[in-house]
């Protein structure tokens, strides 16, 4: 087996500035894709947002899972064994502990569907994404569990009530990943301005679009525009497994009239990122990764938290573009056929 590299166009935008509990900075946006017109798209949406006095980003929650599946004999079988599991929360931990430095069971979850038996355990990871590291110690918990319940027998080692890279309500209700919340305040003079629109167009097509449109499309956990597009581009530019873009683009925009300005926020309940792992090792990420101030020395989870918070910011800027250029007619499709033309470098910046 050979290998190669697909070139993919990368390019920084912005600056736009962030704040919150965790972060505090001004910072370019790196993202990878062919779709040129985002580049501008989000590059718009950071310069308004910096003006505007910058993003509130805050990381909520984070954990990541795997669940395994049992076989019992029966439904009476299942319930007793999972009774007897949740018991001995404690030394699941410590046989977690026995997998990796970092690895930390904090929750556990079930599912019983006739006779089989669905355990859904939650890590908490430190920098890395942790898929690897939560199915590693899934596989060690299962086996533990086999020898204490012998009327188990093993039925995989993903049941997919995990739920990975797959659209599912479980992970927004019980979480998968960084889940993060973002929120700005535009002042109407400045939504004119830069987005030549108005709060209350934005608000209106949000509701429209956003909310009763994925209502009429059988959306699940989902209310946005194109959260995919920025996850995507910027997964590829910090080397993240792009397949999470799947449960990542569920989320939600709010927006509303506040004194005449323009609240906005968007709620990504399953950002999956990581600093270390997979993928990181490469030149380019590296640079990255070290540009965003992703390389320093902080306590465990800390980076790819930071990670997650500019990710999350690059959402709403180019959300908030996109929703932006929609309310006036033809400026969606003149800038594509535009900027689509044009040719994009393997690296530069707007």
């Known amino acids: 087996m050979t290998q190669s ?20 900075v001004e910072t370019e946006i790196p993202l990878a894709t062919y779709e040129a017109p985002l580049f501008a798209s989000v590059h718009r949406g950071a310069r308004v947002a910096t003006v505007s006095g910058g993003i509130c980003a805050v990381v909520i929650d984070e954990r990541m899972t795997r669940s395994v599946l049992f076989e019992a004999p029966d439904a009476g079988v299942a319930l007793q064994c999972l009774q007897k599991i949740k018991t001995e929360f404690p030394a699941l931990q410590r046989v977690t502990e026995t997998t990796s430095r970092f690895a930390k069971l904090i929750d556990v979850h079930s599912q019983i569907a006739g006779n089989l038996l669905f355990i859904r355990f939650e890590y908490t990871t430190g920098d890395a994404s942790g898929h690897n590291m939560a199915t590693q110690a899934s596989e060690v918990l299962l086996n533990y569990i086999l020898k204490r319940c012998p009327e188990l027998k093993y039925e995989s080692l993903s049941g997919n009530y995990c739920c990975d890279k797959k659209t599912s309500a479980v992970n927004g209700v019980l979480g998968r990943g960084k889940y993060v919340v ?151 499709m003149t800038a594509h056929r535009k900027l689509e033309r044009n040719k994009c470098g393997n690296s530069s910046r707007l």
């Open 182 to 332: 973002t929120e700005l305040t535009v002042p109407e003079k400045l939504c004119r301005k830069y987005l030549k629109t108005t709060p209350e167009k934005i608000v209106q097509l949000n509701t429209r679009k956003n909310l009763i449109g994925t209502l009429l499309a059988g959306g699940l956990r989902s209310a946005n525009a194109h959260f995919a597009n920025m996850l995507l581009g910027f997964y590829l530019a910090t080397g993240q497994d792009a397949a999470n873009i799947v449960e990542g683009s569920q989320g939600i925009v709010q927006a509303e009239v506040r004194n005449g300005d323009l609240w906005f926020a968007t709620t990504l309940p399953h950002l999956i990122v990581g600093t270390v792992g997979s993928g990181k090792g490469l030149p380019f990420v590296e640079e990255v990764l070290a540009e965003l101030g992703c390389r320093a020395e902080r306590e465990p989870g800390a980076n790819a938290r930071r990670l997650a918070l500019i990710c999350a910011a690059a959402v709403l800027c180019g959300e908030l573009s996109l929703l932006a250029a929609l309310t006036n007619p033809g400026e969606l």
């Open 5 to 24: 590299f697909a070139n993919v166009p990368l390019q920084w935008v912005g600056p736009v500035k962030i704040t919150g509990p965790e972060i505090d």
